[in-house]
């Protein structure tokens, strides 16, 4: 363990790296950051103080600034006797929100709610309305915490909720929105993606099928069986909200499996994919016949031991999206969480991404 937070210590400031392509397993994000023609730059500034691991970030351009949100884990897990874990102290997961100074570096950054609260808060998007509003929607669950054996039925499975940011970082006017299985006992609900299109606010509900919901309007449920040549029958999700680009919509989506190590260890591995809807939003028109990225174990993974320091679990391996945006130079910024447990900015021209497209007949 000592080890473990020596190299955390020293490398955790480390924003980007030096190319060396990497000599087995998957190559680490920066590796694959720079196969694609781009960067990625770990986020090492401006973080909650002492915070065990920062992830699921979510970035977006608003009024001139480039804004984030991104779920903080202030302590690490704990082991029960039959391997049961919940976060240290009772300190759940928070959502924290901020302002990118540079790709590396958070300024004014605040906890999204600032209560206690025993419930963990997870992942973040901001989002615009078209009345130019900054709204964040965000999942509630009882994971990892005390409250896991809870009989409220409402409370013990993940839950979406919504509220509008004002110009201090707080959230208000908070609520469940009732839409899909939100409101109902013992169902679960998350990965969805709020997006404006023109005077309309419309979500991204599910990708197998895509569905997209509006309100007063009929559900837009969009075949999306051919993204199965690349995800198989993996569970599949939503990862961004939807970006208008001319006359097409950018969408990024994530999967998720079980792989092992050489050395037979189990972990969970999560791929990254993208597709173009046209621009009515009724059919798929491109998409990548492979992964864009793969979750990595070069990358720092965390491994939880027993207190004689045998291995029980780890993280997932992912390097997943919450949020992107393009910029006026036309490059693809967006923020990616790698393995639960950092974060930071990936930069490419967005052409490099679509030209890896292939039309979907």
């Not at 087995?24 to 990625?40: A, C, E, I, R, W």
């Not at 998350?190 to 509006?214: A, E, G």
């Not at 993996?234 to 092992?260: G, Q």
Request: hydrophobic residues 35%.
């Amino acid at each position: 363990m000592t080890q473990f937070h020596r190299y955390r210590t020293y490398y955790s400031n480390v924003t980007r790296q030096a190319f060396a392509p990497t000599k087995s397993g998957f190559p680490s994000v920066f590796d694959q950051s720079y196969d694609l023609g781009g960067t990625f730059t770990r986020i090492s500034s401006g973080l909650p103080a002492d915070s065990f691991a920062n992830f699921s970030p979510c970035v977006l351009r608003h009024r001139g600034a480039t804004l984030i949100a991104w779920r903080s884990q202030p302590k690490h897990f704990v082991f029960r006797h039959d391997m049961k874990y919940f976060y240290y102290n009772n300190t759940p997961t928070d959502i924290w929100v901020g302002q990118m100074l540079t790709d590396d570096t958070i300024v004014a950054p605040r906890k999204l709610i600032n209560k206690p609260h025993r419930l963990s808060y997870e992942d973040p998007r901001i989002f615009i309305a078209p009345d130019d509003n900054l709204l964040c929607q965000f999942v509630t669950s009882t994971y990892a915490t005390k409250w896991d054996t809870t009989k409220h039925k409402m409370i013990k499975t993940p839950k979406v909720c919504t509220g509008v940011i004002d110009e201090f970082g707080n959230l208000k006017d908070k609520y469940f929105p009732p839409i899909g299985l939100n409101m109902e006992e013992g169902k679960a609900e998350k990965n969805w993606c709020f997006f404006s299109d023109h005077d309309k606010l419309r979500l991204m509900y599910s990708t197998q099928p895509i569905v997209i919901k509006t309100p007063n309007e009929s559900d837009k449920i969009i075949d999306s069986s051919c993204l199965k040549r690349v995800t198989g029958d993996h569970p599949t999700f939503n990862s961004t909200a939807p970006i208008l680009m001319e006359d097409e919509w950018l969408v990024f989506y994530h999967w998720k499996f079980m792989c092992r190590e050489l050395d037979r260890r189990p972990y969970l591995l999560y791929a990254l994919g993208a597709y173009t809807l046209d621009k009515n939003l009724t059919k798929v028109t491109k998409m990548l016949n492979e992964p864009l990225f793969v979750g990595s174990t070069n990358d720092d993974l965390v491994t939880w031991t027993d207190p004689v320091g045998n291995d029980i679990s780890n993280q997932p391996a992912c390097i997943l999206p919450f949020g992107c945006f393009i910029d006026e130079d036309e490059d693809l910024v967006m923020s990616l969480g790698v393995n639960d447990y950092f974060m930071g900015i990936f930069r490419t021209p967005v052409l490099n991404v679509l030209s890896l497209m292939e039309p979907v007949e």
